[in-house]
T-cell receptor, first 112, second 113 residues
Framework: NAGVTQTPKFRVLKTGQSMTLLCAQD?????MYWYRQDPGMGLRLIHY???????AKGEVPDGYNVSRLKKQNFLLGLESAAPSQTSVYFC???????????FGNGTRLTVT | AQSVAQPEDQVNVAEGNPLTVKCTYS??????LFWYVQYPNRGLQFLLK??????LVKGSYGFEAEFNKSQTSFHLKKPSALVSDSALYFC???????????FGKGTRLHILP
């Protein structure tokens, strides 16, 4: 049972490049979340999904897009990366919104 | 919109002493509150939650938290700290009727041997 798997683990982008971060969970969870973690800022919610085919904006959605075409996958896209998007990105999933979140191990993204 | 504050960036405690990590929250309805811990270079792990019921909630690794509605607080506690408790601790809140789960900025806990 892999839990929540994030791909890739590390990535370096140049300003203006695009990329997609993949989050996959094998627990049949309905809810999935994308957070970014920055020093002194804690975890900030980017986007979330309450089920297949649904997405919603979080606290800091600008510059990011998401898709949840399959229940087990939640993709986070950066269309034109900026240095301000240098961060560690965490995906999390949960069965119900009152259940504990299960986190992936993170993706460390550097934008130069 | 819901929010959560962790007023201390860092807490230092001697091993064997009790520890408290503070958290206050703001919601428009009833709060659902969580504590998570992050060890170096890892994702977050769930410690405990308050949904309803008893104000004192017990969780993993001997941690507990006290919900105080009048003070809008949910402080994390442990009677006797271990060096292995050193980590980054996050408080999180969900407002009733909202699916967003919002985290605080985190508190780094240092347990001194």
């Amino acid at each position: 049972n892999a839990g929540v798997t994030q791909t890739p683990k590390f990535r370096v982008l140049k300003t203006g490049q695009s990329m997609t971060l993949l989050c996959a969970q094998d627990m049949n969870h309905e809810y999935m979340y994308w957070y970014r973690q920055d020093p002194g800022m804690g975890l900030r919610l980017i986007h979330y999904s309450v089920g297949e085919g649904t997405t919603a904006k979080g606290e800091v959605p600008d510059g990011y897009n998401v898709s949840r075409l399959k229940k087990q996958n939640f993709l986070l896209g950066l269309e034109s990366a900026a240095p301000s998007q240098t961060s560690v990105y965490f995906c999390a999933s949960t069965r119900t919104v009152n259940s504990p979140l299960h986190f992936g191990n993170g993706t460390r993204l550097t934008v130069t | 919109a819901q929010s959560v504050a962790q007023p201390e960036d860092q807490v230092n405690v001697a091993e064997g002493n009790p520890l408290t990590v503070k958290c206050t929250y703001s919601v428009s309805g009833n709060p659902y509150l969580f504590w998570y811990v992050q060890y170096p270079n890892r994702g977050l792990q769930f410690l405990l939650k308050y949904i309803t019921g008893d104000n004192l909630v017990k969780g993993s690794y001997g941690f507990e938290a006290e919900f105080n509605k009048s003070q809008t607080s949910f402080h994390l506690k442990k009677p006797s700290a271990l060096v292995s408790d050193s980590a980054l601790y996050f408080c999180a809140v969900r407002d009733m009727g909202d699916d967003k789960i919002i985290f605080g900025k985190g508190t780094r806990l240092h347990i001194l041997p």
